[in-house]
């Protein structure tokens, strides 16, 4: 079985970041199960009956974001992503905490989503084969920061 890496204070610092992400987009960041999902939150209506508007994926780089060119994501997330905008009819959004601000770009969902070449590549510090597989990259530079970051 694989190691788990995610500590306790990543889970609260990613829901804190979503939550404040969500409240600026008038939605609540809803936690998914890991176990059963593989993107991290269902974003929602605040009202009573919480209608899903949108699914996102929380990632935190301790760089800046002008430190690559380029982000990268795994494809297993990317095709999480596609799954659950079609199955849905809702986008998927990346959101990127870098040092410098807060990123986001549509990863799914849109007739016309950007992405750039399919490669290998991952975390080779750890000595786990499996942080290395095939991963999407999105150009930095098409990301939208949010305002206030």
């Known amino acids: 079985m694989r190691p788990h890496y995610e500590t306790g204070e990543d ?3 990613e829901t804190c ?3 404040v992400v969500a409240s600026r987009w008038g939605f609540v960041a809803h ?4 176990k059963t999902y593989r993107l991290d939150f269902a974003l929602h209506t605040p009202d009573k009956r919480r209608v899903v508007m ?20 795994s ?3 990317v095709q ?3 799954s659950a905008s079609v199955a849905s009819g809702k986008p998927t959004v990346l959101v990127v905490e870098f040092d410098d601000g807060v990123w986001f770009a549509r990863i799914a969902g849109l ?22 597989e095939p991963m999407v990259e999105f150009a930095v530079a098409d990301m939208t920061r949010l305002a206030g970051t």
């Open 75 to 77: 494809l297993l997330k």
């Open 111 to 132: 007739d016309r989503v950007m992405r750039g070449e399919t490669i290998i590549s991952g975390r080779t510090d750890r000595g786990d084969p499996a942080d290395e």
């Open 80 to 82: 999480a992503a596609d």
């Open 31 to 34: 936690k998914l199960s890991a």
């Open 11 to 13: 889970l609260l610092n």
């Open 54 to 73: 949108a699914f996102a994926e929380y990632k935190r780089r301790h760089v800046r974001s002008d430190k690559y060119p380029n982000y990268r994501l």
């Open 17 to 19: 970041c979503m939550s």
